[in-house]
């Protein structure tokens, strides 16, 4: 890989598959270098390295558990190098906080072993990693934090994934108050029910569930991946610098 100091440098966690893949693709076709994590599918990070590079654009692919808080420092040393032999820099640009499980249980049924997986995952190790990751973020930089529309609407079997979200909607207004000094903007993006592989796939594989999902948005279909890769694309262009601290729902008018 050749080493480029011009290009932005964006970190998107979960850049294997799902959203993430499809944002990581999008940064790509606008010159944006990209850093994808992966949790344990290693041939889909290497697939999606190689289509970047397909469109002429430089990725790198490192493994991280966003639930496991221990090992963000062993994160931060792989980044370190990574930035500094495929750019030559030892800071990063624009950070997307995207990887995520999906856990459908009632209340009344949700044991604590999911609820502190979820936690780990949406919550704790959102804050934490982006804890670890500011000091190698440049100035002037974004961070992108993934919620969703069950934060803001209830779907039976997500409370403890929704209020997850609706604590990350939450913790990115503070990273904006915070980070402003340094030029840094912080911004939700709250996809509907989008067809990939997320909660064992429901939304794309359940043909009823994707009835039900088009029969509540007011575009009439449930979402793809392609609804929101060149979307978040999009909000890390320079047109978007003004966009700050803001929850901004990508979902074609989902229970409106
Ligand atoms: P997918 O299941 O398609 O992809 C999940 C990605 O996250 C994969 O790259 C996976 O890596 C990675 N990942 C999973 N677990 C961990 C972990 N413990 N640590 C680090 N990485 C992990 O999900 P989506 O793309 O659909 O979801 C992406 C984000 O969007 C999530 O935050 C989700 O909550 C949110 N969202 C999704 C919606 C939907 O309907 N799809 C709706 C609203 C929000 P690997 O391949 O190695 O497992």
């Given at each position: 890989m050749t080493a480029q100091?011009?290009?932005k440098i964006a970190i998107v966690t979960g850049g294997s598959r799902g959203l993430g893949r499809n944002t990581v693709v999008n940064l790509a076709r606008k010159g944006i270098d990209v850093?994808?994590?992966y949790h344990s599918n290693r041939a889909e990070a290497d697939a999606a390295v190689a289509e970047i590079a397909e469109l002429g654009g430089n990725a790198v692919a490192l493994q991280l558990d966003s639930g496991v808080t221990e090992s963000f420092d062993d994160f931060v040393a792989s980044l370190k190098t990574a930035l500094?032999?495929?750019w030559g820099r030892g800071s990063f640009d624009f950070l997307v906080n995207n990887a995520g499980i999906g856990i459908n249980a009632p209340i009344t049924e949700t044991t604590e072993e999911q609820f502190d997986r979820l936690m780990n995952i949406h919550l704790k190790g959102v804050f934490f990693l982006t804890q670890k990751l500011l000091p190698l973020m440049a100035d002037g930089g974004r961070i992108i934090n993934l919620s969703s529309g069950l934060a803001r609407f209830s779907g039976p079997g997500y409370?403890?994934?929704g209020m997850m979200k609706g604590g990350i909607e939450v913790f990115t207004r503070y990273l904006a108050k915070e980070l402003g000094t340094r030029g840094i903007t912080a911004n939700t993006v709250a996809p509907?029910?989008?067809e990939t592989d997320?909660?064992?796939?429901?939304v794309r594989d359940n043909a009823n569930y994707n009835k039900m999902v088009s029969s509540v948005t007011a575009l009439g279909r449930a979402g793809v991946a392609d609804d929101i890769g060149p979307m978040i694309a999009s909000l890390l262009s320079d047109d978007n610098r003004w966009v700050n601290a803001q929850r901004i729902e990508v979902s074609g008018g989902m229970n409106i």
């Open positions: 100091t011009a290009s850093v994808l994590t500094s032999e495929n409370a403890a994934y509907g029910a989008i997320f909660g064992g796939g429901a």
